[in-house]
């Protein structure tokens, strides 16, 4: 082993977003450890000694970043679903407030996890952590900055639907869209993509210094159809 022990290159217990992050990507990178990685972590969280310890809480914290990212096999997931809703009926005489919130975090998130294309960024980290979730600013024309929760399972085309209720534009027969936007790239997200995926890939784009005319990627929300109310059969 090379390098300074001192400084561990996954991360370590004391700072668990870089460790967390490191996992989900190696399972993104290797999808067959996915199943391995669950039951370890299953196990990890089942009948811990101190629950609620900052040991015991960043295994249930890299727990949640696991269920908001891919599902293990159909029978993993079956013993998943027993685990979780175990943890949450023992209540306080074997496991804590902080671990009873994250099993029903898991458990919720499971209902509704989507393939993924990247694994959870580190707001998205932070915000399973804390249990605040994530937060999409959208940039509309006018200056208007909206920001709006959303979880790991949230589409481009939810958000939409969402801004155009905030504008009152639900009833505009005009189509609306999502971009990603920086300097001069303005290219529109199609409304089945992932918003914490956008958020993922931007986070690789930055550490990369892909920021096009160093400005900053941001989502923006605007029109990019036009519907011709004399002509029903076309819109442009």
Not at 102 to 107: D, G, N, R, V
Not at 108 to 136: C, H, Q, Y
Request: charged share 25%; aromatic share 10%.
């Amino acid at each position: 082993v090379t390098g300074d022990p001192s400084r561990p290159r996954y991360g370590e217990p004391k700072n668990p977003i870089p460790l967390i992050k490191a996992i989900c990507q190696a399972c993104f990178d290797v999808p067959k450890l996915r199943n391995e990685v669950y039951c370890q972590v299953i196990k990890q969280t089942s009948n811990f000694s101190e629950p609620g310890s900052p040991l015991n809480m960043m295994h249930w914290h890299l727990l949640g970043a696991l269920c908001s990212s891919f599902l293990p096999a159909r029978k993993f997931v079956r013993f998943l679903r027993f685990h979780l809703r175990r943890t949450i009926e023992l209540g306080d005489d074997r496991s804590g407030e902080d671990v009873i919130q994250m099993a029903q975090f898991c458990l919720d998130a499971i209902k509704k996890t989507k393939n993924r294309d990247f694994p959870p960024s580190t707001d998205e980290v932070k915000g399973i952590m804390s249990g605040t979730g994530l937060v999409a600013k959208v940039q509309c024309v006018g200056g208007n900055l909206i920001e709006l929760p959303i979880s790991s399972s949230t589409t481009c085309g939810e958000v939409i639907q969402v801004v155009k209720d905030k504008l009152g534009l639900v009833n505009c027969a005009n189509g609306f869209g999502l971009f990603e936007s920086c300097g001069t790239v303005d290219k529109y997200l199609e409304e089945k993509y992932l918003v914490s995926d956008v958020l993922s890939k931007w986070e690789k784009y930055e550490a990369h210094g892909i920021n096009p005319d160093g400005g900053s990627w941001q989502l923006v929300f605007k029109l990019f159809s036009f519907y011709d109310a004399c002509n029903r059969g076309c819109s442009w």
